[in-house]
């Protein structure tokens, strides 16, 4: 099976600072991956997904993420954090027609 | 993209009661899935809702204890049932696309507290 983990609970940075958030994963085969925020009290939302091509993949918001298959990891970035870019993010994998969900990192940026 | 409409948005329910979630979607959609939060955790599959079928349901989560119905390809109804306060949680509709590379839009989220 399919699965992504996720090995920080919190991520802690000042606004402006760059903010990454960390995902590894494991899967046989080509891997299909997203990264998705939950805002408090709000469902959440897709940023960006990993297919195939480029390395470096641009999403919404300014976040991107850099797919390595070499540490099978998948971490997300925002180069400059703003304090509304605090939320739970959650990684997750195509596993056959579901997703599988990472624990979810919570970050928060200090003004 | 799709835009899912859930409701209610939150309740509060006695425990041995049931309650029963709307998920509503602007397109036609083969699939649609229902998850479940729990507080402080992530999303965990509940089961699979298809038109025309039973819902598929993954390890750990029965029919009696969530019956889903799908009456159509636009949507579909969780209902817990018999809830205690452990089925305290968000419970989310999903829709995704079919192909592996398509990504999947998510409802606001119900969030139920069983007293």
């Known amino acids: 099976a399919q699965s992504v983990a996720q090995p920080e609970d919190q991520v802690n940075v000042a606004e402006g600072n760059p903010l990454t958030v960390k995902c590894t994963y494991s899967v046989s085969g080509n891997p299909y991956l997203f990264w998705y925020v939950q805002y408090p009290n709000r469902g959440l939302q897709f940023l960006l997904k990993y297919i195939t091509g480029d390395n470096l993949v641009k999403g919404s918001y300014g976040f991107e993420a850099e797919f390595n298959k070499s540490q099978t990891s998948f971490h997300l970035k925002k180069p400059s954090a703003l304090v509304s870019d605090s939320a739970l993010y959650f990684c997750a994998v195509r596993d056959d027609y579901k997703l599988s969900f990472g624990a979810g990192t919570t970050v928060t940026v200090r003004a | 993209s799709a835009v899912i409409s859930q409701k209610p948005s939150r309740d509060i329910c006695q425990r041995g009661t049931s309650l029963t979630i709307q998920c509503q979607v602007d397109s036609q959609v083969t699939m649609m899935f229902w998850y479940r939060q729990q507080p402080g955790q992530s999303l965990t599959l509940i089961a699979t809702a298809n038109q025309g079928s039973e819902a598929t349901y993954e390890s750990g989560f029965v029919i009696d204890k969530f019956p889903i119905s799908r009456p159509n390809l636009t949507f579909s109804t969780l209902t817990v049932s018999n809830m205690s306060p452990e089925d305290s949680s968000i419970y989310l509709c999903?829709?995704?696309?079919?192909?592996?590379?398509?990504?999947?839009?998510f409802g606001q989220g119900t969030r139920l507290t069983v007293v």
């Open positions: 999903s829709v995704e696309g079919t192909a592996m590379n398509t990504e999947a839009f």
